[in-house]
């Protein structure tokens, strides 16, 4: 089964790679681009085992290597 997280950066913090790529559409056309947010993707590929269970370990991997959560959000997402 293949579960996945998304990690991004939290409201009101600076996302320089993202600036940096609106930046460059807008200067080649893309005026309609008002703001670019990167962030991170991340699939894992996990053993069956019951819902609360692999959420629970997401999020622990989650906190724990994936993301910094003074500044990072995440959103796990399992089929």
């Known amino acids: 089964m293949k579960a996945r997280v998304y990690v991004t950066y939290k409201d009101g913090?600076?996302?320089?790679?993202?600036?940096?790529?609106?930046?460059?559409l807008q200067s080649h056309g893309e005026e309609r681009?008002?703001?670019?947010?990167?962030?991170?993707?991340?699939?894992?590929?996990?053993?069956?085992?019951?819902?609360?269970?692999?959420?629970?370990m997401l999020i622990d991997?989650?906190?724990?290597?994936?993301?910094n959560p003074v500044i990072e959000s995440y959103r796990v997402e399992l089929p």
């Not at 913090?13 to 460059?24: I, K, M, N, Y």
């Not at 008002?34 to 019951?50: A, S, T």
């Open 61 to 67: 991997i989650s906190d724990k290597l994936l993301a």
């Open 13 to 24: 913090v600076l996302d320089p790679q993202g600036q940096t790529v609106c930046r460059f």
């Open 33 to 56: 681009v008002r703001d670019v947010r990167i962030g991170k993707y991340i699939e894992f590929e996990v053993e069956d085992r019951p819902h609360d269970e692999l959420e629970r």
